[in-house]
């Protein structure tokens, strides 16, 4: 302890003699793993893309820091007429400095490196967005709309009203204007008539343009530059202060590595890229940098859970399979091995208390009291793979590549799994884009994966319906399909709690997945010079608008 004290007062001496890490000061640099693979905020599939997009587009619906709904591309959450299946909105116009109205512009970045208006934004957009989710053959994080609405269609003669128009089997939902407004939070994307040129710059082989905050400029080497779009609609909050700068430019920068970036972090030098906020922060980390002064970590997503994925297609058609490789792995005993310094007191807990280890797909505070967890049980482990005649004495398991805490995830699974099976886990570590690749296709035994949800996904409906493109791993029970078609059809609360409870259970004793811990988030940055003042537990940057630099 003595050590750890002398240490931690070294380094914070050191800080003090560091210059400032701002090339600008309203220039804000934060550190992704990987690169963006999808500019489209409709296809965004991953969350380093789902957190670039939300800075650049927007919803027609959005939050506020408390999480209430607010009109964001609506004019209000008033809908201007409605009957049972039919809602129409007026969509947000701006007032310019005369007090004359104007309509929200969508916005690039030319060839001559300066922001330009491309078009003004109306319902056509809406259609366009509605019309590309519901044609589209790759699945999206949208798929849930084209369930909602069979419809969405401009209203002649008022190019800023739009009206939407509910499945008949979602009738329901008039009862409650907020469930409609709820499914409102899609991202709008352009419509651009094809054959038409626009004069903007290319990111990385793609013109984007958008309505938001900020606008993607150029990709110098490992970063991307976003500039302020200074037609924003939304007016900061930010008060002024002779020591609040509003943030002017971001730069997306590509790590390899989340240690190189915590360096970084903490010791700005001239060779390496300045970084003031890191997305996703390993928890093994978190202790180090909670210790100093200048850095702030704060905790986001907690609607997030880990797991191990069975290929139900494959070798792990038999449930009793899945069930001995869930009863073989100590999920206890790996979580305080791992996390139980942040933590702390689990050991004399049962594992049906521990709140951070899931035992089906909904998060504790959802899930039914009376499920029972399949516990650690080596004897009935090996009984049940012998049932199972499960013959196969190597078996594959697909992983991120290269994070601290998941590396020892997959490390001590591995080793229950040969002493107490006798099986041999070949742990294939790979890039998150290849890891996404294989397991769409289908192409491992088991896969270690990481999901985060929006509070509204039907979690149950997403991961394990036969219709759903998510159930990757072809997990099939006709109780469930059934059960989903009654959630579906019922607009009573009640109900659908139950029906999701019981399809809960039935979950837990299948395991297609062994459902491992729900962990939240944790960010990191540098708050002597940065100012976060919300995140949002999805998409991370739905407050940006309101950050601001600290001026030296």
């Not at 640099?29 to 963006?36: D, H, K, N």
């Not at 078009?119 to 994080?141: C, G, L, R, W």
């Not at 859970?305 to 449930?319: E, I, L, M, P, T």
Request: aromatic fraction near 12%; proline fraction near 6%.
């Amino acid at each position: 302890m003595r050590n750890i004290i002398i240490v931690t007062i070294i380094v914070m001496f050191l800080y003090s003699l560091l210059p400032s890490v701002m090339a600008k000061d309203q220039d804000m640099y934060y550190a992704e793993t990987t690169e963006v693979s999808e500019f489209n905020p409709i296809y965004t599939e991953d969350v380093i893309s789902l957190r670039f997009t939300t800075l650049i587009f927007n919803s027609l619906v959005g939050e506020d820091p408390s999480l209430r709904l607010k009109p964001e591309l609506l004019e209000s959450l008033e809908p201007v007429s409605h009957d049972d299946l039919s809602y129409v909105f007026r969509l947000r116009k701006l007032r310019n400095q005369a007090g004359m109205e104007e309509n929200i512009k969508w916005v690039g970045f030319n060839n001559d490196n300066e922001v330009c208006i491309i078009k003004d934004f109306t319902s056509e957009d809406v259609v366009y967005t509605f019309n590309a989710i519901k044609d589209s053959i790759t699945p999206t994080m949208c798929e849930y709309v084209k369930k909602i609405f069979s419809d969405v269609r401009a209203v002649k003669g008022d190019d800023h009203l739009i009206e939407f128009v509910l499945s008949p089997d979602k009738k329901y939902m008039s009862e409650d204007i907020n469930l409609i407004l709820r499914h409102l939070k899609f991202p709008i994307i352009p419509y651009l008539p094809p054959g038409v040129e626009y004069d903007c710059a290319e990111i990385k082989g793609k013109q984007i343009i958008g309505t938001g905050p900020f606008i993607a400029a150029e990709d110098p080497g490992r970063m991307i530059k976003l500039v302020r779009n200074p037609y924003y609609f939304e007016v900061s909050s930010i008060e002024k202060d002779s020591k609040k700068l509003e943030i002017g430019n971001i730069y997306m920068t590509e790590y390899p590595d989340s240690f190189s970036a915590k360096e970084d972090l903490i010791f700005p030098n001239p060779k390496s890229l300045k970084i003031h906020l890191i997305t996703e922060l390993p928890l093994a980390y978190r202790r180090e940098l909670n210790s100093l002064p200048i850095v702030t970590t704060a905790r986001y997503a907690t609607n997030r859970f880990n797991f191990f994925a069975y290929n139900c297609r494959g070798v792990f058609s038999d449930v009793k399979s899945r069930q001995a490789f869930t009863h073989a792995t100590d999920r206890k005993e790996m979580f305080i091995n791992i996390y139980g310094d942040i933590y702390p007191d689990l050991q004399d807990k049962p594992l049906s208390q521990i709140k951070e280890i899931l035992h089906s797909p909904l998060p504790f505070s959802q899930a039914p009291s009376d499920i029972t967890p399949l516990e650690y049980d080596v004897t009935k482990a090996k009984q049940l793979l012998n049932e199972a005649r499960f013959a196969r004495k190597k078996v594959t398991l697909l992983t991120y590549r290269g994070e601290p805490d998941e590396d020892r995830i997959y490390q001590m699974f591995r080793t229950y799994i040969k002493n107490n099976l006798d099986i041999e886990v070949e742990i294939q570590g790979v890039s998150t884009p290849e890891w996404k690749k294989r397991f769409e296709s289908g192409d491992f035994d088991i896969a270690f994966g990481t999901w985060v949800f929006d509070e509204d996904v039907n979690i149950i409906q997403d991961l394990f319906s036969t219709s759903s493109p998510d159930n990757v791993v072809s997990y099939s029970n006709t109780k469930i399909e059934s059960m989903l078609r009654r959630y579906d059809q019922s607009g009573r609360p009640e109900i659908r709690t139950e029906l999701k409870h019981e399809m809960a259970r039935i979950i837990a004793r299948e395991v297609p997945y062994t459902f491992l811990f729900q962990l939240p988030k944790y960010t990191a940055y540098r708050s002597d010079v940065l100012r976060v003042v919300a995140l949002h537990p999805y998409n991370f940057f739905g407050f940006v608008e309101n950050w601001y630099m600290l001026k030296p």
